[in-house]
């Protein structure tokens, strides 16, 4: 084959009907039905036109009453085609079925038919003038149709064969001059007609693969190739209008992986990817074919599923998917346990609405990571509100991280052999506009929960070094750190950016783990701990005695300081078993080179009792409240007068 063969094959590539899946074709017979439809009126006015012109021809000849039945029988054809016309037009469907195409055939052989019958019943009652017209008549109307129906070539035969068959016949028995040159031409007019049409229709289907290639595209996620939320959005409309028409049930599932997050933190975007591949090709593997799958966006994925028998057969969905993720995924060359949250919401009786049932989804979602994760919920109208007003709150949250709203108090340390201060804790405080002041105990996890906590956790620390620069050069700040922060795997670089934007050295921040989340034995957080404390950030140990196994991590963290809780604080001078824990976690710091800060410290029976033991250092509202920086700044000059004086 030559090379402009080659390069005219790639011009108008041929649409076969093996080429192209079912949808693609439904999709081309649909915009042919659509050109076709957007001519009918011209063709009713073209062949009601044509008719009248006959019939005067005929008007007072033996063949009027012919003429008048044929008439009417041409001019019914047309309008009903043309009320199917304006239909079809004002449907504009997006996709056809064959049915359609043979319709269309069949109206244009029809059509064709009733002209073929024309020129054969009237020729012989016609003068040389008139039979011209009639001629003339078959040869537009060919045309016409022909450029009608030009975008189905089949459609273009049926109706050009018949109207040629009967002209040529006409034209045989007729007293024309130049019969069989009239004949010819009619023949390669045709010829033209029907080739023209197949040029026509292998442009207009290669331009609309063209379009159907993109606008598939943009209904695809480009990493997992599963339909994106444009899509999930579509199939849901269908859906929930299959509901409505057969009274059908169906659930749409709201899906968010557990543990995603880390992972991608801790191993960059490539382990993220990998895992969302593999996630894409479990769920496509557990949902039957009549349902959706679709990637929202991030780690949320949802599912549809149709003709739903009722939530029995949502949840034993549900555990299929819980098995489908039993088994850990792989990244980074790891095995990472990947968890799955889910809200579910079903129509109708949740809603016969896409966006309200995605919303409800949504909610329910919510209600499933807040009981932990790696579970399910049904959206529950009871917590809905609840849910809603916990969501707005963490917005507002991320609205007060933006616009700098949150601020630190500050609570002076001392060392308890000299009442010298040397050092303070920064807490964070969130003053709501409406609602008042949120205790940390309440806005920390759910910065955690959303992931703000790493903008949240930096902004803190910027505003450690801010303070730390009004204060002496021996006391650093303490800011606390959460496990969700240390398993990111840019937070040391953080850091240590932040400090030399200030001019500070590490050991002016003092990092305390607070352990509300539990470190795992591979625990990334457990190398981000190491690589701070290699870096030069002191380390301690928060909360020290309430944690998950706080023994351990005396040997797995590279500590500096434990802090003992404030609950066995408070329990010491009542308590003895408390008192004999804190006396055993004084002398086990000692043996292990750490230092140690009682915190909670209320009364002066516990400072004297923490000064007997040997505790090195104390913290709590007996010493001071937990203050703004003008404030800390005023105490420590006073401590320093003091110390001073001595
Ligand atoms: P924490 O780190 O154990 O902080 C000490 C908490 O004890 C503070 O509560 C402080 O106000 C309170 N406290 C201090 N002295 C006394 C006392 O003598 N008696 C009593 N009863 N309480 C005292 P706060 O500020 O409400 O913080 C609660 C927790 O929230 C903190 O516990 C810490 O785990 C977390 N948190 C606070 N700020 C931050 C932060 O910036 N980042 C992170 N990740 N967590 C924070
Ligand atoms: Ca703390
Ligand atoms: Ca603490």
């Known amino acids: 084959m030559g090379r402009g063969a080659d390069r005219r094959g790639k011009k108008l590539p041929a649409i076969s009907n093996d080429d192209y899946s079912e949808a693609t074709l439904a999709r081309i017979r649909a915009e042919q039905l659509y050109a076709i439809a957007r001519f009918t009126p011209a063709i009713l006015v ?11 021809a ?96 089949e459609a273009v035969f049926a109706f050009v064969a018949p109207v040629l068959v009967g002209s040529l016949v006409a ?145 034993a969905f549900v555990e299929r998917l819980q098995r489908a993720f039993a088994a850990p995924f792989s ?48 959206f529950d109208q009871k917590h809905a509100q609840a849910v809603q007003e916990r969501r707005d709150l963490e917005a507002d949250l991320r ?48 910065a955690e929960r959303t992931g703000l906590i790493h903008e949240l956790g930096m902004w803190i620390v910027r505003d450690a070094c801010r303070v730390a620069k009004l204060m002496p050069e021996d006391a650093p700040v303490s800011v606390n750190v959460s496990v969700a922060q240390l398993r990111s795997a840019s937070m040391t670089m953080e850091m240590l950016a932040i400090i030399e934007e200030f001019g500070l050295t590490p050991d002016r921040i003092e990092i305390e783990i607070t352990e509300s989340l539990l470190i795992t034995r591979d625990d990334p957080a457990i190398d981000t701990a190491h690589e701070l404390s290699r870096a030069g950030f ?21 500590l500096n300081r434990v802090k003992i809780d404030r609950e066995f604080t408070r329990d010491s001078i009542d308590h003895p078993d408390c008192a004999a824990i804190i006396i055993s976690v004084v002398q086990l710091a000692r043996t292990l080179g750490l230092d140690v800060t009682a915190e909670g410290v209320e009364t002066e029976e516990q400072l004297a009792f923490l000064r007997s033991i040997g505790c090195g250092a104390a913290q709590g509202y007996l010493i001071s409240r937990p203050v703004a920086e003008t404030e800390l700044a005023n105490l420590f000059a006073q401590e320093t007068s003091k110390v001073l004086a001595a």
Not at 280 to 294: G, I, Q, S, W
Not at 342 to 362: F, R
């Open 46 to 56: 073209v062949n009601i036109w044509n008719v009248l012109v006959l019939v005067a």
């Open 58 to 153: 005929l008007y007072g000849t033996p063949k009027e009453t012919a003429a008048l039945g044929w008439a009417f029988a041409v001019c019914s054809v047309s309008a009903y085609l043309y009320l199917r016309g304006v239909a079809a037009r004002e449907r504009r469907l997006s996709r056809a079925s064959r049915a359609v195409t043979r319709n269309i055939v069949t109206g244009a052989a029809v059509v064709g038919g009733l002209w073929c019958l024309a020129p054969l019943m009237f020729i012989d009652h016609l003068a040389g003038g008139a039979m011209l017209i009639i001629v003339c008549m078959c040869c537009g109307i060919m045309c016409a149709g022909a450029l009608v129906l030009a975008s189905m070539p």
């Open 171 to 315: 034209i045989d028995r007729s007293d024309l001059v130049g019969q069989y040159h009239i004949s010819l031409l009619f023949v390669i007019y045709a010829c033209v007609l029907v080739l023209a049409s197949l040029s026509y229709y292998k442009q207009m289907g290669a331009r609309l693969l063209k379009q159907i290639d993109a606008e598939n595209a943009a209904r695809l996620d480009v990493l997992t190739r599963l339909p994106n939320a444009l899509a999930f959005h579509e199939f849901l409309d269908r859906a929930l209008a299959r509901c409505t028409e057969y009274r059908e049930q169906a659930a749409v599932l709201y899906l968010d992986l557990d543990g995603f997050k880390p992972v991608n933190d801790r191993y960059g975007h490539a382990a993220g990817d990998e895992i969302l591949l593999q996630v894409a090709r479990r769920l496509e593997e557990t949902v039957r074919k009549t349902d959706f799958v679709a990637r929202l966006g991030g780690d949320e994925f949802a599912v549809t599923l149709v003709d739903v028998g009722g939530p029995i057969h949502v949840m």
């Open 331 to 378: 990244a980074a060359g790891l095995p990472q346990e990947i968890g799955l949250s889910i809200g579910i919401a079903l129509a109708p009786s949740d809603g016969l609405e896409s966006n309200v049932l995605v919303v409800k989804a949504d909610n329910a979602l919510y209600q499933a990571k807040a009981a932990g994760g790696g579970t399910s919920r049904f």
């Open 399 to 446: 609205a007060a991280i933006e616009r700098s709203e949150l601020e630190l108090a500050l609570q002076p340390i001392v060392e308890i052999a000299t009442g010298r201060i040397i050092g303070c804790e920064a807490l964070a405080r969130w003053r709501h506009p409406t609602r008042g002041s949120i205790s940390p105990d309440e806005f920390i996890p759910m």
């Open 538 to 558: 002191p380390i301690a140990l928060d909360d020290f005695g309430t944690g998950y196994a706080s023994l351990n991590y005396l040997r797995k963290l590279p």
